[in-house]
């Protein structure tokens, strides 16, 4: 994970956080999908990867809204 990604979790007590890269905590939703679309709003003004984690902290889904390599594009 990228120090500036951000990230949705589920804490105690069935709050849905937002948090970046650092752990800090950005924002608290009561839905999971409240946080999900906030994630996506921040990832996508900064440039970085939105990553959804399941109430069991494994991956669900991330949006990459980071820059794409030459590399890559060339492919």
């Known amino acids: ?3 500036n990604d951000f990230n949705t979790v589920m ?5 849905w956080i937002v948090t970046e890269g650092s752990g800090r905590s950005t924002s ?3 839905s999971q999908d409240e946080a999900w679309k906030e994630t ?3 990832a ?3 440039g ?3 990553i959804l984690k399941g109430k ?3 991956v ?3 949006n990459n809204y980071g820059h794409v390599s030459r590399m890559s594009k060339e492919q």
């Not at 804490?11 to 709050?15: E, S, T």
Request: without cysteine; hydrophobic residues 25%.
């Open 1 to 3: 994970m990228h120090k």
């Open 11 to 15: 804490k105690a007590g069935g709050i």
């Open 28 to 30: 608290k939703h009561t």
């Open 40 to 42: 996506r709003r921040l």
């Open 44 to 46: 996508r003004g900064a």
């Open 48 to 50: 970085t990867e939105a």
């Open 56 to 58: 069991d902290g494994k």
């Open 60 to 62: 669900l889904t991330r």
